[in-house]
């Protein structure tokens, strides 16, 4: 596909319905009166959430990051918490974009590394990553914390 006229803009409150559609597309359903709380929290712990649009404003996708300090790393890890493209968007260029934000946002914040995880079953995201320059490097444990009891 060729890609699109596109442009990242940091995501409001007044975003809330089509974020909220996005991370549904993730497989992360989401009421969108839940949103302004989420970027709140989310940016007071130092995060940020960016959102792709066309020029008339139609949202393309979505990339949510934050940083973690590491005792492990010499200094702190930039982690996509979530990227999302809408189906009809994917392979125009628009996740490549929200990854090089990704990368930009990392090292404004002296940050030494950039991780993102991705389920098993999106085959179509452990072909992408590689692609930007985030090879494979391991598996991910994750659990709801209520599931122990």
Same mark, same amino acid.
């Given at each position: 596909? /060729? &890609? +699109?006229?596109? #442009?990242?803009?940091?995501?409001?409150?007044?975003?809330? !319905? @089509? $974020?909220?559609?996005?991370?549904?597309?993730?497989?992360?359903?989401?009421?969108?009166?839940?949103?302004?709380?989420?970027?709140?929290?989310?940016?007071?712990?130092?995060?940020?959430?960016?959102?792709?649009?066309?020029?008339?404003?139609?949202?393309?996708?979505?990339?949510?990051? /934050? &940083? +973690?300090?590491? #005792?492990?790393?010499?200094?702190?890890?930039?982690?996509? !918490? @979530? $990227?999302?493209?809408?189906?009809?968007?994917?392979?125009?260029?628009?996740?490549?974009?929200?990854?090089?934000?990704?990368?930009?946002?990392?090292?404004?914040?002296?940050?030494?590394?950039?991780?993102?995880?991705?389920?098993?079953?999106?085959?179509?995201?452990?072909?992408?990553?590689? &692609?930007?320059?985030?090879?494979?490097?391991?598996?991910?444990?994750?659990?709801?914390?209520?599931?122990?009891?």
């Amino acid at each position: 596909m /060729t &890609s +699109i006229d596109l #442009l990242i803009r940091d995501a409001t409150d007044d975003d809330a !319905t @089509a $974020l909220a559609r996005l991370l549904i597309e993730l497989g992360k359903p989401t009421d969108p009166a839940d949103v302004p709380r989420r970027l709140n929290d989310l940016r007071v712990a130092g995060g940020s959430a960016y959102l792709a649009t066309q020029p008339s404003g139609e949202p393309l996708g979505l990339m949510t990051i /934050t &940083s +973690i300090a590491s #005792l492990a790393n010499p200094g702190p890890v930039a982690y996509i !918490t @979530a $990227l999302v493209i809408t189906e009809s968007a994917r392979r125009r260029g628009v996740g490549r974009a929200l990854v090089a934000k990704a990368v930009e946002w990392g090292r404004e914040r002296g940050c030494v590394r950039l991780t993102v995880t991705s389920a098993d079953a999106r085959a179509g995201a452990h072909d992408f990553y590689p &692609s930007c320059g985030l090879p494979y490097t391991g598996k991910r444990f994750s659990a709801v914390l209520e599931s122990f009891g």
